[in-house]
């Protein structure tokens, strides 16, 4: 039995869409051990994840914290891994892979000498993580472009709710270009015509929640706080529909295979993120103050009409 460390820290939307992935390295390395790094926040998910074994915390403290790296790289090198494979492909873990003593693998270290990483960054993510896995040993792995997200749901946790529509109008703040600005109007339209419905979001911080009270959502929260990543799956998972800003949410409702909708900008594509699956769909748009509330109603209204009847 070998040691096996896999790498990623976040987003949100990013550690989701790796579930593929570990449920391929872990059908590969059914005998070892497998250890995920990552941070404090995504802790708590993990633990039930049933791909790996152990977790490891990093702070992610900047680089002339010589003491916190010392320790750390002393940590993973102690325990011997046979294979790294960084999930994150960053710049951090590029520094971290030159003090540990591990076969690597990374879209760093598996470039053919014809390819250049800015040409294969236009890949697709999934399409990106299965040609990593290839490259790095793993020849089957049909699970990393199909993530399922089932595994991380709390399938015990309740809502007051039935039918409702999920709503996440949020992202963070260094990503406001990422917010469609018309989900205000949305959401009266919606009212208007399906008075049955409720829409519901769960917001993830103070400012969300100020926003989500102005946009007169229904708001779920946890004492007060922000729900877990596992009640946020399980939310959304029984939602009737899903209507997003590209956020994390909307990569939890597109790997639960949740019927909804995610809306784009010029910030990136659909295709790129890998978020399309058969029943979570997108509209793009070159500028998302161009698209106006009446015209994303009419692409969901028919979803919506039938779900009302219901």
Same mark, same amino acid.
């Given at each position: 039995?070998?040691?096996?460390?896999?790498?990623?820290?976040?987003?949100?939307?990013?550690?989701?869409?790796?579930?593929?992935?570990?449920?391929?390295?872990?059908?590969?390395?059914?005998?070892?051990?497998?250890?995920?790094?990552?941070?404090?926040?995504?802790?708590?998910?993990?633990?039930?994840?049933?791909?790996?074994?152990?977790?490891?915390?990093?702070?992610?403290?900047?680089?002339?914290?010589?003491?916190?790296?010392?320790?750390?790289?002393?940590?993973?090198?102690?325990?011997?891994?046979?294979?790294?494979?960084?999930?994150?492909?960053?710049?951090?873990?590029?520094?971290?892979?030159?003090?540990?003593?591990?076969?690597?693998?990374?879209?760093?270290?598996?470039?053919?000498?014809?390819?250049?990483?800015?040409?294969?960054?236009?890949?697709?993510?999934?399409?990106?993580?299965? +040609? &990593?896995?290839?490259?790095?040993? !793993? $020849?089957?792995?049909?699970?990393?472009?199909?993530? %399922?997200?089932?595994? #991380?749901?709390?399938?015990?946790?309740?809502?007051?709710?039935?039918?409702?529509?999920?709503?996440?109008?949020?992202?963070?703040?260094?990503?406001?270009?990422?917010?469609?600005?018309?989900?205000?109007?949305?959401?009266?339209?919606?009212?208007?015509?399906?008075?049955?419905?409720?829409?519901?979001?769960?917001?993830?911080?103070?400012?969300?929640?100020?926003?989500?009270?102005?946009?007169?959502?229904?708001?779920?929260?946890?004492?007060?706080?922000?729900?877990? +990543? &596992?009640?946020?799956?399980?939310? !959304? $998972?029984?939602?009737?529909?899903?209507?997003?800003? %590209?956020?994390?949410? #909307?990569?939890?409702?597109?790997?639960?295979?949740?019927?909804?909708?995610?809306?784009?900008?010029?910030?990136?594509?659909?295709?790129?993120?890998?978020?399309?699956?058969?029943?979570?769909?997108?509209?793009?748009?070159?500028?998302?103050?161009?698209?106006?509330?009446?015209?994303?109603?009419?692409?969901?209204?028919?979803?919506?009409?039938?779900?009302?009847?219901?």
């Amino acid at each position: 039995m070998s040691n096996i460390l896999i790498i990623k820290h976040g987003s949100l939307g990013d550690i989701v869409q790796i579930s593929g992935v570990l449920k391929d390295i872990r059908e590969h390395h059914k005998s070892d051990k497998i250890y995920f790094m990552t941070t404090n926040k995504f802790s708590n998910l993990f633990k039930n994840c049933p791909y790996i074994d152990n977790i490891i915390l990093d702070e992610r403290k900047a680089r002339i914290n010589f003491f916190y790296y010392f320790g750390l790289f002393k940590k993973l090198n102690y325990l011997k891994f046979s294979k790294v494979y960084d999930l994150q492909n960053s710049s951090r873990t590029y520094f971290y892979q030159r003090f540990l003593r591990s076969s690597w693998s990374s879209t760093r270290n598996i470039l053919t000498s014809d390819e250049t990483k800015e040409k294969f960054d236009k890949e697709g993510v999934l399409e990106r993580f299965q +040609i &990593q896995l290839k490259r790095s040993g !793993i $020849k089957k792995c049909e699970n990393t472009l199909y993530p %399922d997200f089932n595994w #991380a749901v709390d399938k015990n946790y309740r809502i007051k709710f039935q039918n409702y529509i999920y709503i996440a109008p949020f992202s963070s703040k260094n990503l406001v270009h990422k917010r469609w600005p018309y989900f205000k109007e949305l959401i009266n339209i919606i009212k208007k015509k399906h008075h049955n419905l409720n829409l519901v979001t769960a917001p993830g911080n103070y400012d969300e929640i100020t926003l989500a009270k102005k946009l007169g959502l229904e708001i779920i929260l946890n004492n007060n706080n922000p729900t877990s +990543i &596992q009640n946020l799956a399980g939310i !959304i $998972k029984n939602s009737k529909f899903v209507i997003s800003n %590209d956020t994390g949410p #909307a990569h939890i409702a597109a790997h639960l295979n949740c019927d909804g909708i995610v809306i784009f900008g010029t910030h990136t594509t659909p295709k790129k993120v890998s978020i399309e699956r058969s029943n979570f769909k997108s509209i793009s748009t070159s500028h998302l103050k161009d698209l106006s509330a009446e015209d994303v109603y009419k692409k969901i209204s028919e979803k919506l009409i039938n779900i009302s009847k219901d």
